[in-house]
């Protein structure tokens, strides 16, 4: 087996959301679209069904050294500077209103995460992605008008924090 792998990761966060290996050694990554096609499908933590599917857009693939935790759970890790480091804080609370979307997470001092939150409808006709280079408060706060009633799964990418999948309706 190689000595190096292939990670999917989110394109602003460096968030691993999968990893693959081959038998033979990846002198580069592959093209995003060859190993997702249409997108990556983020399945629900606990039933195990399709949640939502992120574009490939918004992911690259990267060749790093095989660490066969990375490959057992790649959503626990994040690339930085092209290293996989286990994520050890968590996103404290994600809130929907008809005008906004609130995130509440933890970063070190000095440190300005960045953000990436995709929302998905239930009918899978309505894809949100909402994205922040350099966060430098929390909560963090994205104006956008949702309707009231509307449910959204969620997935939330936020710099030094373990990604959060979740499904809120609009209050």
Known sequence: MSDKMMV????TTGHV?????????????????????????INDPESGDRWLTVDPEQMEVKVVDYDENVLIRPRAY??????PVLLALSISTISLSSSELSISFTFPTGETPPIWIQLENGARDERIVLTEAAATAAPHKFAQQFNVGNAYEILALVGFNTPLTTKLTVS
């Open 8 to 11: 999917i990761v989110n394109k």
């Open 17 to 41: 959301l999968a990893a693959a290996t081959r038998r033979s050694e990846p002198e580069t990554a592959a093209a995003i679209e060859d190993l997702v096609d249409d997108g990556l499908e």
């Open 78 to 83: 994040q690339l930085q500077d092209d290293v």
